[in-house]
């Protein structure tokens, strides 16, 4: 770990030299990068330095120790060395979070896109409870929820719905809820009682700006169309709802939430850039097989995660073995015990494979 902290340490020293040169003040997203590597290393290496000063004042007083005569001298040392040994496993533990390797994409903004699966109506309904689940989640959290698009179930909820999120670390909380989330209930639809499972697919994906996803604009071809939905004044009497094509992926990105067809345009690129980093990512990875065997953060829209069973008021996340019976509040937005525990389990797997004892 010693040896890991020296390297960071000096790559603070050379980032800091770095910035100050006239070709990085003139580059403003190489400023920008340099800056943030700064501030993140700045962190470690306080308390590096911190740690290095409490390893030679232990030092010292156990040479104290080994020297001094006089009584009161020695019980003084002592009890110093005490506390500076409780300060160095502090540190320790402080260190080891710290190397833990960051996801660059934890403080971004997202694009949350849940859509109905296997179940018919039912699936619809409960894509739709997920979603007001996570709307207070958002709201709860301090976060801004904006809906881009969305198609209504002809039972209720949402055949599809996509939203952004936006707030501190949203990614970083948000993404463990991407993958497959399974109900079983008495759905309203049935009239035998029977208990049906049913399935909706939830994808989180980090927003994206441009100069980390180019896009060639010759290769999209953009249609407008009138929006449609609840009343207005600008509902289906101006076409401002905007359909961008990518044509070399056919991804098809839709965007009415803004009356002006401009700003549905813009927010419908960040959509479409999302999608095309998360594509580009998952080839990366294939190419390279440096996709981790994770179930904490694999991130995978197909695996299954949670189940939510309401006759027995039970909520299991699959990944981690954990289970809760508050079903209720789990769906009124509280799943920040998931997330923490989904957290906690994926640094343990990223400090045994980065070798942080």
Not at 274 to 302: C, F, P, T, W
Request: aromatic residues 6%; charged residues 30%.
């Amino acid at each position: 770990m010693l040896d890991k902290l020296q390297a960071l340490k000096e790559r603070f020293e050379e980032v800091g030299q770095l910035i100050i040169l006239p070709d990085s003040m003139t580059d403003m997203a190489k400023y920008a990068k340099l800056t943030k590597e700064y501030k993140d290393l700045e962190k470690i290496v306080s308390a590096y330095d911190e740690y290095s000063l409490v390893l030679q004042n232990i030092d010292s007083s156990k040479e104290i120790l080994e020297k001094e005569k006089d009584p009161e001298f020695r019980e003084m040392a002592k009890a110093e060395l005490d506390d500076l040994r409780e300060r160095k496993e502090i540190l320790e533990e402080e260190l080891k979070q710290l190397l833990i390797p960051k996801d660059p994409n934890d403080s971004k903004d997202c694009i949350l896109e849940i859509r109905g699966g296997t179940g018919g109506d039912e699936a619809a309904i409960f894509a739709g409870d997920l979603f007001r689940m996570y709307e207070r989640f958002c709201e709860m959290q301090g976060w801004k929820l904006t809906v881009l698009d969305l198609t209504f179930g002809s039972a209720g909820g949402y055949k599809e719905i996509i939203a952004t999120v936006s707030g501190a670390d949203v990614y970083g909380m948000l993404k463990y809820e991407s993958g497959v989330h399974r109900v079983q209930r008495v759905p309203a639809t049935e009239s035998q009682g029977r208990v049906h499972t049913s399935a909706a697919s939830v994808a989180v994906l980090p927003e994206m700006d441009e100069v980390e996803v180019h896009l060639d604009m010759n290769d999209i071809r953009k249609d407008t169309y009138c929006s449609s939905g609840p009343g207005g004044q600008s509902v289906n009497t101006t076409y401002s709802a905007v359909r961008l094509t990518h044509n070399p992926t056919g991804l098809v990105v839709t965007c009415q939430d803004e009356k002006s067809q401009i700003k549905n345009f813009e927010k419908a690129l960040k959509v479409l850039r999302s999608r095309l980093y998360e594509i580009e990512l998952a080839k990366h990875n294939e190419a390279v097989g440096a996709q981790r065997k994770s179930m904490v953060g694999s991130g995978d829209r197909s695996d299954k995660i949670r189940t939510y069973n309401y006759p027995q008021s039970r909520v299991t996340d699959h990944r981690i073995n954990k289970t809760v019976y508050n079903l209720p509040e789990v769906m009124d937005g509280h799943i920040e015990e998931f997330i923490s525990a989904l957290r906690l389990a994926e640094n343990l797997e990223k400090m045994q494979a980065g070798g942080i004892e």
